[in-house]
């Protein structure tokens, strides 16, 4: 039996018993990482213990809009699994209707990464994380802090949810509460590994790419296109390398002058020289996970390259028009590159094999009311 499908049977088991309403089963089950030879399993925090329990109650506290304030979005609103868990808008919407400035991350081998969000360099941790969208009101995401009492009440009334927490937190006396809740979605996000890519199957030595995705490497990685400078290393992030903040958080030259409420880095630091830096995402499954860029201003991957072959992006008309690669924060690596239509063809084929299928399908993620 494969690792995936022996998890699947564990986690039916699990949840046999619980859905029975019998004693759940002894707690403590660990989770069993089924990783290629060049990842070593991620780091977890101190203290921090990646368990089936913990992660099965994480699975389905993301999908249930219960833990929004008004009952009406989950986790999973903002982040579809056969999107590559992101949810295809320009611009997310929150609970209240409120549309957030950002667009919605793809969520996928998140354990690895030293930083969350596009431009929060404090937010170390998927614990750290959680709290922003669950019960963060600037802007209301989830909103759960508004009617906390609610929620709990929810849960602790639910059958599944009565059984499956003491199991997850067998070491609590009253496991109802946000940090246990927050411990349990980061335990289940920490399970969302797509790594079953032609280009996985490629580094193994399990498989070959084709041709054109052979030539599309090469462009990705050449001095010329720098492509590999920022989405380094098997998860095609610097952020999932263990860098310094300097080496994964960029300006790329989107806008001559930045949005007030899309300035990157400097909503934190408030430093002249992090205006526009956003973190470098992840390119695992990025032709799922149209549009791209902190503010999904580019509708397909073609776009994206025509932007960074430009070294910036020209505004015309509106209140942001101006020339990108005149930012003087622009970082020097976005400098512009010329490609044939055979060269640009086949970075699109390479970006294409980064896409895990069975990831956008695998029922031991996926939604566990449906």
Same mark, same amino acid.
């Given at each position: ?38 990842? @070593? ?28 304030? /008004? ?25 209240? !209707? ?10 996928? /081998? ?9 431009? /929060? ?55 109802? !509460? ?8 980061? !335990? ?27 030539? !599309? ?70 032709? @799922? ?42 970082? @020097?690596?976005? *400098? ?26 695998? *029922? ?7």
């Amino acid at each position: 039996m494969t690792p995936k499908l022996r998890t699947a049977a564990v986690r039916i088991g699990f949840l046999t018993t619980v859905m029975l309403g019998g004693c759940a089963p002894a707690p403590s089950t660990p989770w069993v990482w089924d990783l290629p030879d060049y990842l @070593e399993p991620p780091p977890l925090p101190d203290g921090v213990a990646l368990t089936l329990e913990l992660t099965e109650l994480g699975r389905h506290l993301f999908f249930d809009p219960r833990l929004s304030g /008004n009952q009406t979005q989950s986790c999973a609103t903002c982040h579809e699994q056969t999107l590559g868990f992101s949810d295809g808008l320009v611009l997310s919407e929150g609970s209240t !209707g409120v549309v957030l400035s950002r667009n919605s991350m793809s969520l996928s /081998n998140l354990g690895w990464l030293s930083s969350y969000t596009w431009v /929060n360099p404090i937010l170390t941790t998927l614990e750290a994380q959680g709290l922003v969208p669950l019960v963060g009101d600037t802007p209301p995401e989830l909103h759960a802090g508004s009617d906390l009492s609610r929620v709990m009440d929810d849960l602790r009334g639910d059958d599944y949810y009565r059984e499956a927490f003491p199991a997850a937190f067998p070491e609590m006396s009253d496991p109802f !509460g946000i940090d246990p809740i927050i411990r349990a979605l980061a !335990g289940y996000q920490r399970t969302l590994l797509a790594l079953d890519s032609p280009v996985d199957h490629h580094l193994q030595g399990e498989g070959v790419l084709t041709e054109q995705e052979e030539a !599309g490497l090469v462009l990705f990685e050449s001095e010329e296109l720098g492509c590999a400078s920022c989405h380094g290393g098997p998860l095609q992030t610097n952020a999932a390398m263990g860098l310094d903040r300097d080496e994964f958080f960029f300006n790329t030259g989107l806008y001559e002058t930045y949005p007030p409420d899309a300035m990157g880095l400097f909503e934190i630091t408030v430093e002249p020289s992090d205006f526009g830096r956003f973190r470098v995402p992840s390119l695992r499954n990025v032709a @799922e996970s149209a549009p791209y860029f902190h503010d999904g201003s580019a509708e397909t991957l073609g776009d994206v390259i025509d932007h960074y072959a430009a070294g910036g992006r020209t505004l015309t008309a509106g209140p942001y028009a101006g020339d990108g690669s005149a930012n003087p924060y622009k970082h @020097e690596l976005v *400098s512009g590159f010329e490609l044939e239509s055979s060269e640009r063809e086949a970075l699109l084929a390479f970006l294409a094999a980064l896409t895990d299928p069975s990831y956008l399908v695998d *029922s031991t993620i996926s939604d566990p009311f449906e």
